[in-house]
């Protein structure tokens, strides 16, 4: 027999509900509409499969529409500060970009204002 200091009903109360973080596949879908399946930076048509989580899931980002940019691989990459953007701006500039894009050009439904 094993002891827990905790009774199944202590650790049932406690559990935090997940937020989920991925896109869902309607979400997706209702991104890559609203911003015309191109790249919201360079304006390229072959783009990512994935939207680009403008705040990262690793700092609290969630899969809602909001959050959410379509992206070309380059502009990805710079987004992550990984290269230049395409028109040659810095690494460091990429992440603070696709904010000020965000703040400046959806509403908080994720839809173009």
């Not at 009774?7 to 596949?25: A, C, G, M, W």
């Not at 990262?56 to 070309?72: A, H, I, L, P, Y």
């Not at 028109?87 to 908080?108: A, I, M, S, T, V």
Request: charged content about 30%.
């Amino acid at each position: 027999m094993t002891f827990s200091p905790y009774s199944k009903q202590l650790q049932i109360r406690s559990k935090r509900k997940k937020t989920n973080r991925n896109f869902l596949p309607t979400v997706k879908q209702a991104i890559f509409e609203r911003d015309g399946y191109k790249c919201v930076k360079c304006g390229k048509g072959i783009i990512e499969s994935v939207p680009h989580h403008i705040t990262f899931k690793s700092q609290g980002g969630t899969g809602e529409k909001r959050n959410g940019v379509t992206v070309c691989r380059a502009c990805h990459d710079w987004a992550h500060g990984l290269k230049t953007g395409p028109y040659h701006e810095p690494e460091h500039l990429g992440r603070k970009w696709f904010e000020n894009w965000r703040e400046r050009r959806l509403d908080r439904d994720g839809n173009y204002k």
